[in-house]
């Protein structure tokens, strides 16, 4: 079974950067549409980045042009460079397939937090 493993969160100031890595294992990360997600506190999980196995991408309007998604097919890891951070970017973040009916077990995720 796939396991999503999540890190590189932090405490950063606003205007910071930060770069999220979701390590998988299992079957490659080349052949599922995959996404970045994030739960703030007292609110329900949103998708932020999607990244198709052909390459789209998509972003939520919040994160656009500050967000960036990729993928190292070799190492099996799906990245997202956040630049401009905001407090209103504070969540935990999480990665999975992008299909609804096809996600895997959600992993521990990884703390981002904006503050001065």
């Known amino acids: 079974q796939v396991q999503l493993v999540e890190s590189g969160g932090g405490l950063v100031q606003p205007g910071g950067s930060l770069r999220l890595a979701c390590a998988t294992s299992?079957?490659?990360?080349?052949?599922?549409?995959m996404g970045w997600y994030r739960q703030a506190p007292g609110k329900q999980r949103e998708l932020v980045a999607g990244l198709t196995n052909g390459g789209t991408t998509t972003y939520a309007d919040s994160v656009k042009g500050r967000f960036t998604i990729s993928r190292d097919n070799a190492k099996n890891t799906v990245y997202l460079q956040m630049n401009s951070l905001k407090p209103e970017d504070t969540a935990v973040y999480y990665c999975?397939?992008?299909?609804?009916?096809?996600?895997?077990?959600w992993g521990q995720g990884t703390q981002v937090t904006v503050s001065s």
């Open positions: 299992g079957r490659g990360v080349s052949s599922y549409d």
């Open positions: 999975n397939r992008l299909d609804p009916l096809r996600r895997v077990r």
